[in-house]
């Protein structure tokens, strides 16, 4: 039967991705918007997406007439981000709103023993893993017959897709993103894990927040075994790697992985780490040939072409550690991820930029050593001939030695003697702010009485003159005594 718009809807309601009622409200809104175009079932799922109804891979699904499977439990399933050879990858919303991706088991898959058992073992050597280079298992979970891993949901492009899009890159860029990897191995070793499928498909490149960088996550531990959980005799049937089975990725696995996968330990995913390591720097693996024996073969016996010979940028002390990594003999190789990355560190360390050197601080002079300056009038005098500038010099001797007793008791006299300073000036300044008015304003007072008093009594005691003689009468008294 061919769907219509109205099939759709009705999909949608069941799907439960919308309410029913916001189902009619939005059919409403199309017909009127869509005005002669009503029935064009394309368009309404473009227009169903631009307006965020439903993401592409939900409207996808819905205009194949399929409702189910867009929920497992509590998680909302938004888009396939990816298609493993056992699972399938989803970026789902949890209804609190955290974003993860769903690692989901088909039915298909999940209804063979060792199906199931390998998906379930990968989800509990996830839990186990909790690093900054490993991506992490949130916790795993059933829907009815469809089993799933919740994981961290990631940002990012593989490693595979940043060489394709970039090709071979700069030796210090690729240095420092296998020694990530190499971190990230360090703890997946620590914790009795074997990868056994590292390749730049497995390597997340995410952003780094707030930076230029990116940080290498380690994904996908599918053919992971834990050596804890699998310890079978010769010969036996236990545990889910047959013997003399191979697995992983043939471009990228090791020699002894070849002849068997199930005793391959960590030096096995520090070869495919260092076959990773040459791919960046190349642009290829080592061994990159469509004839599956001829390559297993190169593996084993044939030295890789120098990187030299491809990217001339490549250093020799960087190829020597791409040689350490790809030992055709374990024993040989790196014995754990942690010396591998040192050797890189070691690598970048070499090529980083000096750091400045450090501004020295003052010189520390003792005070026993102090030099005291001559006294000006010991300085002998120097005939200078007219018209000549003398030289200008100052003479200095050392002074005798200070005794540092000395030194410590004039210091404690000179802080005994700053304190009481301190609080004299203290004790002035509380009686003139509180006492000091008040004296001022009674020595005014008295002052001023005493002057309106002094002026009353002077005009009290003073005498009244005699009348003055006019200058006639006198003269005429000294006639008559005269004659």
């Known amino acids: 039967m061919e769907n219509s718009v109205e099939s759709v809807c009705n999909l949608l309601a069941r799907s439960r991705l919308l309410p ?58 938004l888009a396939k981000v990816g298609q493993g050879h056992m699972a399938a990858i989803y970026r789902a919303v949890h209804p609190l709103g955290a974003t993860v991706a769903l690692k989901v088991l088909p039915p298909s898959r999940a209804g063979t023993p060792k199906g199931l058992a390998r998906f379930q073992r990968e989800g509990r050597i996830g839990l186990r893993l909790d690093h900054p280079n490993v991506v992490r298992t949130l916790h795993t979970g059933r829907c009815e017959d469809i089993h799933f891993l919740v994981l961290e949901y990631l940002e990012g492009e593989s490693l595979a897709e940043a060489l394709r899009r970039r090709g071979p890159l700069p030796p210090e860029e690729a240095a420092r993103l296998v020694q990530q990897a190499l971190t990230g191995l360090q703890h997946v070793h620590e914790q009795g894990v074997v990868h056994r499928d590292l390749k730049p498909a497995n390597l997340m490149l995410v952003p780094e927040i707030g930076g230029d960088g990116v940080t290498v996550k380690i994904l996908d531990l599918g053919l992971a075994r834990c050596l804890e959980e699998e310890k079978p005799t010769p010969g036996s049937r236990n545990g889910l790697t047959k013997l003399g089975s191979v697995l992983g990725t043939p471009e990228y696995r090791a020699p002894e992985q070849e002849r068997d996968s199930h005793a391959a330990d960590v030096r096995a995913d520090i070869y495919s780490l260092g076959c990773v390591l040459y ?31 491809v990217n001339a940028a490549v250093p020799d002390a960087l190829q020597d ?11 040989y190789r790196y014995p754990t991820p942690e010396r591998a990355a040192a050797a890189l560190e070691a690598y970048l360390a070499s090529i980083r930029p000096p750091l400045p050197a450090p501004i020295p601080a003052d010189p520390v002079v003792a005070v026993e050593s102090l030099p005291v300056a001559t006294p000006a009038a010991s300085v002998p005098e120097v005939d200078v001939p007219h018209g000549s500038v003398a030289p200008v010099a100052l003479l200095v001797e050392p ?8 030194v410590a008791a004039t210091a404690s006299w000179g802080t005994f003697l700053l304190i009481v300073g301190v609080l004299v000036g203290t004790g002035v300044v509380f009686l003139v702010v509180f006492i000091g008015w008040r004296v001022l304003l009674a020595f005014a007072l008295g002052t001023l009485v005493g002057r309106l008093w002094g002026r009353r009594r002077r005009k009290a005691v003073v005498p009244q003159a005699p009348p003055a003689e006019s200058g006639g009468d006198s003269a ?7 004659s």
Request: aromatic share 8%; proline share 7%.
């Open 399 to 406: 002074a005798p030695a200070v005794p540092v007793a000395t």
């Open 321 to 331: 550690v791409v040689d350490g990594m790809l030992a055709k003999d374990p024993t």
């Open 20 to 77: 029913a009622r916001e189902v009619r409200a939005l059919h409403e809104r199309w017909r009127g918007e869509a005005s002669d175009g009503v029935a064009d079932l394309a368009r309404f799922g473009q227009w169903l997406v631009g307006n965020r109804f439903v993401t592409e891979y939900q409207a996808d699904r819905l205009l194949r007439g399929k409702a189910g499977n867009f929920f497992l439990n509590d998680y909302k399933i």
């Open 476 to 482: 005429r008294s000294l006639a008559s005594k005269s």
């Open 279 to 309: 791919a960046c720097l190349a642009g290829a693996p080592p061994f990159a040939d469509s004839d599956p024996r001829r390559r297993a073969e190169r593996h084993a016996h044939e030295a890789p072409r120098p990187l030299r010979e």
